[in-house]
């Protein structure tokens, strides 16, 4: 199963958007996909039609509790399951606090599922997306040290690429003590306005950053700016608001175009790396 963490310390990027879109363009792209919500805000939960409360497992239980994936996953649409966020989740670090291991419990939580599927008693599942909070505490960081890779969702103004230092910072020290598998997918600009020459200087200064230091460590050496942009779009900012995805709530938008081609750069992106690792 592919793994990929949806994370910026920043809010308001469009992580979120991001998250719930992407899961549900590659489940309308054939496959079967789990999307994981641990911003206590849950917001992705809402965007995917899913009410926070309604279920009694969630992303909470599954941290703290015990509970597992099968106990918490709900079906929100066809090939797409959602693992609930619920507003216990901003106190999990407290619940956590004398825990030995707590930033590896989701990772156990994702390979005790896994362990399902291989004998046949469990939902299988293509790529996992977990939407990860605003910040890079606790919950962010059991996101970085259960997947394979990271997707960056950036908003092109100057202030970017110290939030990219920041997060890149953060990938390493998992990298290097918790997961070394993790990599940075790459960088996806959203909210962007072709039209202005701050974004389009943004998003030279990002491809610049990744060209000169590109081989820094192997959390993020190859990472790329994908080519497509997410643009600004008033119905992305809608759908949120019907619990509908942009596919279902405004399907021949500049959203759902955007959105369906950067699921086509992701798939290619799986592909490109398997074939690095054949010819390896």
């Not at 308001?12 to 719930?20: A, E």
């Not at 965007?47 to 992303?59: F, I, M």
């Amino acid at each position: 199963m592919r793994s990929i963490a949806v994370a910026n310390q920043k809010g308001g990027v469009g992580k979120t958007t991001t998250s719930v879109n992407l899961a549900v363009a590659l489940a309308r792209a054939g496959q079967d996909v789990c999307l994981v919500d641990l911003d206590p805000q849950a917001h992705a939960t809402l965007h995917a039609g899913v009410q926070p409360g309604v279920h009694s497992c969630s992303a909470y239980d599954v941290l703290v509790g015990g509970a597992s994936l099968a106990d918490a996953r709900v079906r929100a649409a066809d090939r797409l399951h959602v693992i609930p966020s619920h507003i216990d989740l901003s106190a999990v670090e407290m619940a956590l606090a004398n825990r030995p291991g707590r930033e590896g419990i989701l990772r156990q939580r994702i390979e005790a599922d896994d362990a399902c599927q291989g004998r046949g008693d469990g939902v299988h599942h293509d790529a996992m997306i977990i939407d990860c909070p605003p910040s890079l505490g606790l919950l962010s960081l059991n996101a970085m040290a259960s997947v394979d890779e990271v997707l960056l969702p950036l908003q092109p103004h100057f202030l970017a690429l110290h939030g990219l230092s920041k997060l890149l910072e953060t990938m390493e020290l998992v990298a290097d003590r918790v997961n070394p598998r993790l990599r940075l997918l790459g960088v996806v600009l959203c909210m962007y306005e072709s039209v202005t020459r701050l974004a389009n200087e943004v998003a030279r200064d990002v491809e610049g950053f990744f060209a000169a230091g590109g081989d820094r460590h192997p959390a993020w050496a190859g990472a790329r700016v994908f080519r497509t942009r997410i643009r600004r779009n008033v119905r992305l900012a809608e759908a949120p608001s019907f619990g509908q995805s942009i596919f279902d709530y405004a399907p021949d938008s500049h959203g759902a175009e955007d959105y369906a081609a950067l699921a086509g750069e992701v798939l290619q992106a799986a592909v490109e790396r398997r074939e690095v690792r054949r010819a390896a």
